[in-house]
Nanobody, 124 residues
Framework: QVQLVESGGGLVQAGGSLRLSCAAS????????KGWFRQAPGKEREFVAA????????RYADSVKGRFTISRDNAKNTLYLQMNSLKPEDTAVYYC?????????????????WGQGTRVTVSS
């Protein structure tokens, strides 16, 4: 079973940047699609970004398009999310997850467990 540990969150001013990391251990599923999701206070968890297993295809939520960049290093079993031009509405706990299917990952339909996430707080 794969274990995913998110890190890199913190407090940043609006307009700032953060880089999140997601380290995989155990059965790493390097040939699976991987993605980032977030849950803001009082809101449901939502899709943020996804990348296919070889890193050739990415998809972003409209709210982060042009500001966030997802990438992966399969040799290091690590997923990244570079977040630039952060806004207060980006404040949330960010989670990573994986699925064999890139399309299914985006819908979150088959995700049954989540890690602890990493908290991002953007001050205005």
């Amino acid at each position: 079973q794969v274990q995913l540990v998110e890190s890199g969150g913190g407090l940043v001013q609006a307009g700032g940047s953060l880089r999140l990391s997601c380290a995989a251990s155990g059965r790493t599923f390097s040939n699976y699609a991987k993605g980032w999701f977030r849950q803001a206070p009082g809101k449901e968890r939502e899709f943020v970004a996804a990348i296919n297993w070889i890193g050739s295809t990415t998809r972003y939520a409209d709210s982060v398009k042009g500001r966030f960049t997802i990438s992966r290093d399969n040799a290091k079993n690590t997923l990244y999310l570079q977040m630039n031009s952060l806004k207060p509405e980006d404040t949330a706990v960010y989670y990573c997850n994986t699925d064999p299917s890139y399309e299914q990952l985006v819908t979150m339909r088959r995700i049954t467990s989540w890690g602890q996430g990493t908290r991002v707080t953007v001050s205005s």
